[in-house]
């Protein structure tokens, strides 16, 4: 059982479930998953939530105040919500109502389909599986998913025969990948020994002052990366690649098409370039597009992410 209280009576309580799906407070019957709630009021006018009648206590200030009202997701479990909210948010950030969003990166884990003969059952049970929020303390730089890009806007007509002069054919089935070198091996290099102008350019507007290892992805339409984590546990060179290092910039291809999922953050926005933590993430895409996707990824020393750590 689910119960808001409130200062004064609150009409329009919307509940949205992992599928998206909207419900009436009025009517609700709660389950053991995720909702988010969306409370059309100040969040000072809410004077407790009871899961099951047990009070969330100083967890109701876990949400976020918004154009819509005040936005908390709660579960069904409340010892799962709890031990999520302990897991992910600061108790001295809970004591006292705070605008989270300012501290945490903010997460959300949706049910996505994906559809497609081409799509493995375990990619589509892998989208398919929403987990709910995420809370990531923006100081823990090594531990962040990803950071974005806010620079100026950048085109992707770069260069690359010059430089990514090897082909890498063991990790991408039907897909392309032309690299500067097949693992991303000690030592760096610094960028201004990039051939290419336009590459070179292109890494120093990212950052980067010295290169690991540049790759350029094709997919076909149609097609999938199975679920996996970058492992780089053996590599001397891991200290580089540890956190949101990876700069994962689409030059072509439709990226409407792309879902590019996460696990315990949800769907990835990469209509700009970003930079992903993928060796500590489990992750999967599918692309549907109907025009290959050719994705740069970059890795080394860049003063917008790694530098101040090495």
Known sequence: MLEIITEKTIDGIT???LDRLKHDYKTFVLKEEWFKLTIPCARNDITDILINGESIRHRLNAGLVTP?????????NIASMFSRISQCIAQDDLLL????????LI???WNERV??????????????NGEGPFWYHKDS???LPYTTYDGEAITGDVSIDEDLIHEDTRFYGEGMCRTTKINPTLPTTPVGDIKSKSLRELMEKFGFTEILQIQQITMQPNSVLPVHRDDFVYEPSKDIIRGPAQLYFVLSGDKDKIKFKFENVGLLDVDQPIFINNQAFVHSLVYTGDEPRTVLLATGVSSLTNKRFL
Do not use: M
Request: net charge negative; with cysteine; proline share 2%.
């Open 15 to 17: 509940i949205t479930d």
């Open 68 to 76: 819509q009202g005040y936005e908390i997701w709660i579960h069904g």
């Open 97 to 104: 109502f705070k605008r989270l969003e300012g501290k945490y």
């Open 107 to 109: 997460c959300e884990s």
């Open 115 to 128: 559809d497609g003969e081409f799509v493995p059952e375990s990619v589509k049970q892998f989208f398919a």
């Open 141 to 143: 730089w090594h531990r």
